[in-house]
């Protein structure tokens, strides 16, 4: 996220044209409708300065779990399904419900944990973490920084094979020192077991969204910066590319996740809204081709979350879901279709039974004005 003041700012036009916003009470379902110029380039990324102190704090120490928060009783069993053939770590069935109402405020981002079914979301409205079982509907927090700080708990996602959570975290006492950092937990013990201080990579590093490959790298997008870092558990975070294709002339990077195939990542821009490849072999970066609509009409409504499932990525607009299919394999250019959604989406996650929309109506955290509940609900349309 952006600064305080600066967030706050760009999403103040935003509103008034979302004031009769409705929340998701159930299954969101369902109507169907930009393109830019393919390019490649690359940037070196700019030197660290050997100067500034590498904040990368392995810790052990245990998690707080949050015993007021209580699971919602007005939660009624999903009828079981069949798992879906999603793109999963896991081929288990999983029975999981149509929604979740939450207890976490303004949960911007989020991921599932198919090893335990699980969801964790985070909160712009207090900087926690929160584990939602994926059976029973209960929450609890597992995670509250203590340091001083207005903290923001946004993007994240799991890595199976190791048993980790990463998260991106913001202090955002704007102007300053406005800060990105990643967290990282062990999902079995709840402990957060790694602090990196993003500043290490770049001094104004901010963080939006995490995204974990197969080999352990986590790779991290700025909103701010036009840049994409790496990290590993133990290591310096490092800038990987920096690209202005990555910068939006409103809001820049806020959603990211690498292919199936390992091959690359997919970044999401905020607005203009725009969707970029990296090639994660030889580092090159092009934004890619959209046949059809890849925009939310509403004024000032962007690209947010993002997963992939089904062989395409699917885009969690304000008010949109739009799925992008390539046409060609090295992702230049793709076909979009789309349905439109309740106002207030910030993400969309992918689990072997569907997929989910979190409503976490960043808009309103942004005025400060009336919410509806929050929720994660179940995506019932058709793309």
């Given at each position: 996220?952006?600064?305080?003041?600066k967030?706050?700012?760009?999403?103040?036009?935003?509103?008034?044209a979302?004031?009769?916003?409705a929340?998701?009470s159930?299954p969101v379902?369902p109507?169907?409708?930009?393109?830019?110029?393919?390019?490649?380039?690359?940037?070196?990324a700019?030197?660290r300065?050997?100067?500034s102190?590498?904040?990368?704090?392995?810790?052990d120490?245990?998690?707080?779990?949050?015993?007021?928060?209580?699971?919602?009783?007005?939660?009624?069993?999903?009828?079981?399904?069949?798992a879906?053939?999603?793109?999963s770590a896991?081929d288990a069935?999983?029975?999981?419900?149509?929604?979740?109402?939450?207890?976490a405020r303004?949960?911007e981002?989020?991921?599932?944990?198919?090893?335990?079914?699980?969801f964790?979301?985070?909160?712009?409205?207090?900087?926690s973490?929160?584990?939602?079982d994926g059976?029973?509907?209960?929450?609890?927090t597992?995670?509250?920084e203590?340091?001083?700080?207005?903290w923001?708990?946004?993007?994240m996602?799991?890595?199976?094979?190791r048993?980790?959570l990463?998260v991106?975290?913001?202090d955002?006492?704007?102007p300053s020192?406005?800060?990105g950092?990643?967290?990282?937990?062990?999902?079995?013990?709840?402990?957060?077991?790694?602090?990196?201080?993003?500043?290490?990579?770049?001094?104004?590093?901010?963080?939006?969204?995490v995204?974990?490959?197969?080999?352990?790298?986590a790779?991290v997008?700025?909103?701010?910066?036009?840049?994409?870092?790496r990290?590993s558990?133990?290591?310096?975070?490092t800038v990987?590319?920096?690209?202005?294709?990555?910068?939006?002339?409103?809001?820049?990077?806020?959603?990211?996740t690498?292919?199936p195939?390992?091959?690359?990542?997919?970044?999401?821009?905020?607005?203009?809204?725009?969707?970029?490849?990296i090639?994660?072999r030889?580092?090159?970066?092009?934004?890619?081709?959209?046949?059809?609509?890849?925009?939310?009409?509403r004024?000032l409504?962007?690209?947010?979350?993002?997963a992939?499932?089904?062989?395409?990525?699917?885009?969690a607009?304000?008010s949109?879901?739009?799925r992008?299919?390539?046409t060609l394999?090295d992702?230049?250019?793709?076909?979009?279709?789309?349905?439109?959604?309740?106002?207030?989406?910030?993400?969309?996650?992918?689990?072997?039974?569907?997929?989910y929309?979190?409503?976490?109506?960043?808009?309103?955290f942004?005025?400060?004005?009336?919410?509806?509940?929050?929720?994660?609900?179940?995506f019932?349309?058709a793309?």
């Amino acid at each position: 996220m952006r600064s305080a003041h600066k967030f706050r700012f760009g999403y103040a036009s935003i509103a008034c044209a979302l004031l009769a916003s409705a929340a998701c009470s159930g299954p969101v379902g369902p109507a169907q409708d930009a393109s830019s110029d393919a390019s490649s380039s690359r940037e070196d990324a700019p030197p660290r300065d050997e100067g500034s102190p590498i904040d990368v704090v392995i810790e052990d120490r245990a998690a707080p779990v949050d015993a007021g928060v209580e699971q919602d009783a007005s939660v009624a069993d999903s009828a079981a399904r069949d798992a879906s053939s999603g793109d999963s770590a896991s081929d288990a069935a999983i029975r999981l419900r149509d929604r979740y109402p939450l207890n976490a405020r303004f949960p911007e981002g989020g991921t599932f944990d198919p090893s335990q079914s699980a969801f964790y979301v985070g909160s712009l409205g207090d900087g926690s973490v929160r584990r939602v079982d994926g059976a029973s509907g209960a929450e609890t927090t597992i995670f509250t920084e203590t340091a001083a700080g207005r903290w923001w708990t946004l993007g994240m996602d799991i890595d199976v094979a190791r048993n980790r959570l990463w998260v991106c975290a913001m202090d955002d006492r704007s102007p300053s020192p406005r800060q990105g950092h990643v967290w990282v937990f062990d999902t079995t013990t709840h402990r957060r077991v790694a602090n990196v201080a993003l500043s290490a990579a770049a001094a104004d590093a901010t963080c939006t969204d995490v995204a974990v490959a197969r080999d352990g790298n986590a790779y991290v997008c700025d909103r701010e910066q036009g840049r994409i870092y790496r990290l590993s558990m133990g290591a310096a975070p490092t800038v990987f590319v920096r690209n202005d294709l990555l910068s939006g002339s409103f809001v820049g990077q806020n959603g990211i996740t690498v292919l199936p195939d390992q091959t690359g990542l997919l970044s999401v821009v905020y607005g203009a809204p725009a969707l970029v490849h990296i090639d994660l072999r030889d580092l090159s970066i092009r934004r890619v081709t959209i046949n059809g609509r890849f925009s939310d009409l509403r004024p000032l409504a962007g690209a947010d979350g993002i997963a992939f499932a089904n062989g395409s990525a699917y885009v969690a607009f304000t008010s949109k879901l739009i799925r992008v299919t390539p046409t060609l394999a090295d992702w230049s250019r793709a076909d979009s279709t789309n349905v439109d959604l309740p106002d207030g989406m910030t993400d969309v996650i992918a689990t072997p039974d569907g997929l989910y929309m979190l409503n976490g109506q960043a808009v309103r955290f942004a005025l400060g004005t009336a919410t509806d509940p929050f929720a994660l609900v179940r995506f019932v349309g058709a793309l």
